[in-house]
């Protein structure tokens, strides 16, 4: 018996693929993918772009520089004086109040927030007042106001056995120590803890009451 080979019908040419339907399928796919390339090559300029801006206004113009503290004025209130001679002396068992008027200036284009101030009087090396201020918060490039009262223990003043030499002259020397600690936060991701401390001496007129002279220095810990 002869097997006859079985002979398969062709396809219609309608249906068969054509070499250019398959470069037309390459050329869709090269161009998609050139197109996806470019756009990632965009945005990575665009991003490194925007990291290198960042970094300069960083290190520029947001450059953290420190908060300065300055004594504006000093007045000094409820002095009581008992004549003994020809050298007006404190008057024992009362107060003296000095009256301090500070300002915190922030010079950065982010808020310092600060915590308790604290302001300390001595005469030679012997404190004889201090107060606290509250906490607050200094603006961007902003200046913040305190008025400090510090109430003195005059008995510490007038029991120091350098007073009757150093009031012999109507003046009178004292030195403040003011402190002042808090933390500038620029745009949430660069913190900086900063302590500004300031000593002043204070040279008050015994008679009149005034702060006849005043010089102050300042010092940063970061």
Known sequence: MVEREQVRPLAPASERPSSDDDETTLSKRRFHKRRCIKYCAFVSILLLILAIIIIILIFTVFKIKDPIIRMNGVTVDKLDLVNTGTIPMP????????????????????????????????????????????????????????????????????????????????????????????????????KKHVVVKMNCSITVNITSQRIQDQKCKKKVKL
């Open 91 to 190: 008057k024992p068992g009362s107060n003296m109040t000095i009256k301090a008027d500070v300002s915190v200036k922030n010079p950065n284009y982010a808020s310092f927030r600060y915590s308790n101030t604290t302001t300390t009087i001595s005469y030679r090396d012997t404190v004889v007042g201090e107060a606290r201020g509250p906490p607050g918060k200094s603006k961007a490039r902003r200046t913040m106001r305190m008025n400090i009262t510090i109430d003195i223990i005059t008995d510490k003043i007038v029991s120091h056995p350098s007073l009757l030499s150093d009031i012999s002259t109507g003046l009178l020397t004292i030195n403040s120590f003011t402190s002042v600690g808090g933390k500038v936060n620029l745009l949430r991701m660069i």
